[in-house]
């Protein structure tokens, strides 16, 4: 079980440290780093045709697409992926890495993270014009389909369906923004793999808790692992 594999653990990894002062530093840092230059406001980078999308989108969300006025395109588009996740009544602050990190606290675990909340943000806020504009319509495209995917994607984790995941998490971003494919979890895992392979080359045990489009397809964590000769095991699906 999870409960016995965490208690047999000495270090447990996340993305990102789980603490209020992170918590706080991601806030503050978004804000910062996706501010738009002045004259530069998120109506500028999109056709009529996509503006009235996204006007709708956000309308739809409970959102005057003004509040999205001074956001350059990225912070606007993690914004659009989020709201729905919570208005479809999925908590982020219930995820599955709040608990194992609470987990480890009382546990007195050692806790890593692959990410400071600076390099997490920057992977976004370092995207060109063009991939930054590929993001946002993603976004809006995901956020059109409303929280039947939402539960699609929910129900498959539950019932351990790989082919579902990949194509729900990964398979539209690859085929049609692969730049924001590329930046988003690509190069996110080659850079998370080069530090789990350095730990595999010592002793003990550790456990690694990342987000579901990390784990699956031909350059998931499972994949490239497994490529290196390294014997990865299923257990837990129904």
Known sequence: ???????????????LEMTPEN?????????????????RGLSTWLSPGEAQRLGQTAQRLGLQPQALE?????????????LPMVQAGYDPNAGVDRAIDAFGDAHGKRMRAFETPEQQLGFFAELSPDVQRQMLLEAIDEAEKGPAALDELSAAWERGEIG????LLNEDMRTEYPEVYAAHISRRNAAWIAMLTHELQGSGVDFVAVGAAHLVGDEGLVAQLRA????VERVGAR
Request: aromatic share 4%; hydrophobic share 45%.
């Open 70 to 82: 001074p956001m350059q395109p990225w912070l606007a588009g993690l914004t659009l992926t989020m």
């Open 228 to 231: 290196r000769g390294i014997r």
């Open 1 to 15: 079980s999870m409960d016995a594999a965490l208690g047999d653990s000495e270090e447990i990894w996340t993305e």
């Open 164 to 167: 579902t995941l990949e194509r």
């Open 23 to 39: 918590d706080a530093r991601v806030q503050q840092l978004a804000l910062q780093m996706g501010r738009a230059p002045a004259g």
